[in-house]
């Protein structure tokens, strides 16, 4: 019981220090005077995947690297089956040709090379390193193109900072910073130590516990952001979203956790799930390509695909 109220307190923390990390960074930055485009594209997507990465290093520190492989797996699957699906079925997902040939590309590229770095265990900190290099490349080239003058994906991700709903107020925005950042760092502690009491004591696999509940858990502020840019009729902000967390995912936390210390990729990950994270991705860019849109029949078929996928984690335990 207490390992549940673990979890639940973590999710609960992670989802609402996720939400106040991001606004009060993006309004700090705001009154920086920092670039509209700079915020969006690396302060939303870096702060959307906070808990993502809060929740695997914390896992690293704790020797579970089966919750933090499955943590970003399961996370990169459930943006796209479960969160684009929702967001697709609220409204369709438009998508803006020029952001979706560059980012859609550095996704399909950069989820690659996340596959072929977990085949490479024990991951160790060289290839850590390669991975946030490989990072810190696509924010460097993504910023100087956006910086062209009427780049239809400068404006997408100056939408992005501004659907990020930052306060106006420097003092609150710091604020929220500082208790989003508390909020995280805290709910990660307590949905990892309540994830892998639960695997202990109903005796599952860490991994399906990071690939499930935690995944799930830590991609709630994807979530919120999409339902929120689908109401709004905000479409290709949502998509930006999911494409710009999921590039931070591969290449940031598991460079990142690999940093931390030698991750070993768990066999069924290898043989399985990171073969339909990376068919989750293709399945996405298609429907994103064809017709520049996700419409609500491709958003009911991501659903009903992620749904079948929960099936089957449930069959395995």
Do not use: C
């Not at 066999?267 to 390509?289: K, P, Q, S, Y």
């Amino acid at each position: 019981m207490m390992s549940v109220f673990l979890v639940l307190a973590g999710l609960v923390l992670l989802s609402f220090g996720g939400d106040g990390l991001v606004r009060g960074a993006v309004g700090i930055a705001t009154r920086l005077k920092l670039s509209p485009m700079f915020v969006g594209l690396v302060l939303v997507g870096f702060g959307t995947s906070m808990p993502e990465l809060a929740t695997s290093l914390q896992a690293q520190f704790a020797g579970s690297p089966d919750v933090a492989i499955g943590n970003v797996v399961g996370s990169n699957t459930a943006n796209i089956l479960l969160i684009m699906g929702i967001g697709a079925v609220i409204r369709p997902i438009l998508a803006v040709r020029e952001a979706l040939l560059r980012d859609g590309l550095a996704l399909a590229i950069i989820s690659a090379a996340a596959v072929f770095l977990l085949f490479q265990s024990p991951v160790g900190r060289v290839w850590g390193a390669v991975m946030i290099a490989l990072l810190l490349a696509y924010i460097g080239l993504s910023y100087m193109l956006d910086r062209r003058r009427g780049d239809k994906a400068a404006a997408l991700h100056e939408a992005e900072a501004v659907s990020a709903g930052a306060p106006e107020r420097l003092w609150l925005s710091m604020l929220f910073f500082a208790g989003g950042l508390a909020g995280v760092l805290i709910g990660a502690r307590l949905l990892v130590t309540g994830a892998i009491d639960i695997a202990e004591s109903f005796e599952i696999s860490q991994a399906i516990i990071g690939l499930t509940i935690v995944a799930v858990g830590t991609s709630l502020p994807e979530l919120a952001a999409t339902i929120a840019a689908a109401i709004k009729r905000q479409g290709d902000v949502a998509l930006g979203n999911i494409i710009g967390s999921n590039i931070f995912n591969a290449a940031g936390i598991l460079g990142a956790a690999a940093l931390v210390g030698p991750l070993e990729t768990p066999a069924r990950i290898l043989g399985e799930d990171v073969w339909v994270m990376l068919a989750a991705t293709a399945i996405l860019l298609v429907f994103a390509f064809t017709g520049q849109r996700v419409d609500r029949r491709e958003g009911a078929l991501l659903l009903a695909l992620y749904a079948g996928y929960i099936a089957w984690l449930a069959g395995s335990v």
